[in-house]
Each structure stands twice: as structure tokens, then as C-alpha cells.
């Protein structure tokens, strides 16, 4: 609903959509989606990038656990 507000206050919903020029109120929306979406994908690949730090490090591990002549260590 907060999303349509823009529109109503500026008349923009009085019409049907296709028979209207563009609104103020569209844009704003689009760009505080916009500003949304980046956030998340910021926080994303902070995520990806943890992960991949910790996948490194048992990838690492597991490795230096296994030596070919010995097979699993126990």
C-alpha cells in the first residue's frame, strides 16, 4: 500500500495506467526499489564472500587431513 501513495496523492490512479503520462510518484518507487534491491545484493556477497572464506579454509583442512600414501586420517 505505502507504494501507492505517491500515486494517489498525485492523481495518478484516477485514470487507467496506460492513458496517463508518468508520474512523479513512479519514479520515486523505482528508485527506492532500486536502492532496496542494491542493498540486498550488498549484503549478498558479503554473504557469498564469508561463505567462500570458510569453504577455502575446510577445503584446507581437509586437504592437509589426507595424505594420498595413508588414506583418511582418523
Do not use: W
Not at 501513495?5 to 508520474?23: K, N, Q, S
Not at 520515486?28 to 549478498?44: C, K, S, V
Not at 556477497?45 to 564469508?50: F, G, N, S
Request: hydrophobic share 35%; aromatic share 2%.
Amino acid at each position: 500500500m505505502d507504494d501507492l501513495r505517491p500515486y494517489i496523492a498525485h492523481g495518478c490512479l484516477e485514470r487507467p495506467l496506460v492513458d496517463v503520462d508518468r508520474c512523479a510518484g513512479e519514479l520515486d518507487t523505482a528508485q527506492r526499489r532500486l536502492a532496496l534491491i542494491d542493498e540486498r545484493i550488498a549484503r549478498l556477497r558479503e554473504l557469498r564472500d564469508r561463505l567462500a572464506r570458510h569453504s577455502d579454509g575446510v577445503a584446507a583442512a581437509v586437504t592437509e587431513s589426507v595424505r594420498p600414501e595413508d588414506g583418511p586420517r582418523s
